[in-house]
């Protein structure tokens, strides 16, 4: 590591978290970890992550990079009570690099905190999930002051190996995150809706998605989606509550910006279905925080058919990158 490397500090140890600190660690970068489980978080240390006790701890590092829940969770990691900068006052990085999706309005009122205590802020948020970072197919989107951008994009390219897309100042970057997730939402609820419907026809969900995989309207999505929906493995990336914030917050950015957005409306909908009838289940939080696919299933009972497991061994596409 070059004697003038900046120092690097990261909130957030989740599922994404996790693997964007290794991709982090594993390119020959210090880190110094903070996560409200410290558990979560010691796995890392075997890989040199110096692991802290409280988010003040943090306050020093030249890059803050956090990966949270919800603008409030960021709110509290920053500037609360134990935050890095407790109550809005003291020391606070040169620049954060929030790759967390939040809401524009939360963005820029934090934004402007950061601001007021002489540290920059770039929002930075990713496109992939844990097995995209791992595989190298992790991709970002950022927005800020350019200046503060230039030397973290290094940084943030060590995880989002298929490139970190510059859009401009301020909050832009939560604009173009909430359009993406708002894609990944409309799109995850039709796959499954032609799916169950070319399997009442007779065809195989593994041929049919096969098929749709070698298409034009195959992606990197559909692809390492397709094991799930063929096996039925509801592994979690991604939760249907957490789907159902971003279409909200995308249908919010409509309302503000008079955008008619009629099939985000509905997908938003389908999805609500399917959050409740969780409620049929043996054990509905659990099924409510299984992964976003399974609403597949409600889509089946739709259809008036109860899916099961077809046990083959679907390739993700994921299987071969580093």
């Not at 949270?68 to 020391?91: E, I, M, Y």
């Not at 390219?157 to 301020?170: K, T």
């Not at 979690?236 to 971003?246: A, E, S, V, Y």
Request: glycine content about 10%.
């Amino acid at each position: 590591m070059p004697q003038d490397a900046p120092t690097i500090g990261w909130i957030g140890i989740g599922r994404m978290g996790v693997a964007m600190v290794e991709r982090l660690l594993k390119s020959g970068r210090a880190v110094k970890v903070w996560n409200r489980t410290r558990a979560k978080a010691e796995p890392l240390a075997a890989l040199g992550a110096i692991i802290v006790d409280k988010p003040s701890d943090l306050a020093s590092v030249d890059v803050l990079f956090a990966m949270v829940s919800t603008g409030s969770d960021l709110k509290a990691v920053c500037f609360g009570q134990n935050g890095v900068a407790p109550h809005g006052r003291g020391a606070f990085p040169k620049t954060l690099v929030d790759c967390s999706s939040i809401g524009s309005e939360e963005s820029e009122e934090i934004r402007a905190k950061v601001k007021s205590l002489g540290g920059a802020m770039i929002a930075a948020p990713v496109s992939g999930n844990a097995k995209c970072v791992k595989a190298g197919k992790l991709g970002a989107v950022a927005s800020g002051p350019e200046t503060a951008f230039a030397p973290v994009k290094p940084l943030i390219e060590s995880f989002a190996v298929r490139g970190v897309s510059y859009v401009g100042e301020g909050e832009l970057a939560r604009f173009c995150k909430i359009a993406h997730n708002v894609f990944l939402g409309v799109v995850i609820q039709n796959l499954a809706e032609i799916t169950v419907l070319a399997e009442k026809a007779g065809v195989p969900r593994h041929a049919f998605l096969d098929f749709i995989n070698n298409s034009v309207m195959g992606s990197i999505f559909t692809r390492y989606k397709s094991p799930a929906l063929v096996n039925l493995d509801w592994t979690t990336t991604f939760t249907p509550t957490l789907l159902r914030k971003d279409l909200d917050l995308g249908l919010a950015a409509g309302h503000a910006l008079e955008v008619p957005m009629p099939v985000t409306a509905t997908t938003r909908e389908a999805l609500q279905a399917h959050i409740g009838m969780a409620e049929q289940k043996p054990d509905p939080a659990a099924y409510r925080a299984a992964d976003f696919a399974a609403l597949i299933e409600t889509v089946a009972l739709g259809a008036g058919i109860k899916l099961e497991s077809e046990n083959r061994k679907v390739l993700s596409g994921l299987e071969t990158e580093n």
